[in-house]
Nanobody, 124 residues
Framework: QVQLVESGGGLVQAGDSLRLSCAAS????????MGWFRQAPGKEREFVAT????????AYADSVKGRFTISRDNAKNTVYLQMNSLKPEDTALYYC?????????????????WGQGTQVTVSS
């Protein structure tokens, strides 16, 4: 069955960096776009970043553009989210998701499987 397992979250200070990883299994990873979303307490899940099946196309939320970088290693069935210059407002549970198609997507409805999430907490 499809499994997505996130790791790499933690408690950091503002300005620090973290790299999240999402290990995928149970499907042919290289044939799906992938995405990262986040959800803070009391807020809706929001789009963070997305990457196409080959990695040639990416897209980011305006709030993270220039600070976060999404990448993938199809040989390792893993998608990454490098997060630099972290801010307290980046604090959230971060989810990895499998796209329904090969391309990029910024809407929750464009994803069909989700991981359990990894917590990122940024202190000021």
């Amino acid at each position: 069955q499809v499994q997505l397992v996130e790791s790499g979250g933690g408690l950091v200070q503002a300005g620090d960096s973290l790299r999240l990883s999402c290990a995928a299994s149970g499907f042919t990873f290289r044939f799906n776009g992938m995405g990262w979303f986040r959800q803070a307490p009391g807020k809706e899940r929001e789009f963070v970043a997305t990457i196409s099946w080959t990695g040639s196309s990416t897209a980011y939320a305006d709030s993270v553009k220039g600070r976060f970088t999404i990448s993938r290693d199809n040989a390792k069935n893993t998608v990454y989210l490098q997060m630099n210059s972290l801010k307290p407002e980046d604090t959230a549970l971060y989810y990895c998701a499998r796209g329904r198609a090969v391309g990029v997507g910024d809407n929750v409805s464009q994803y069909d499987y989700w991981g359990q999430g990894t917590q990122v907490t940024v202190s000021s």
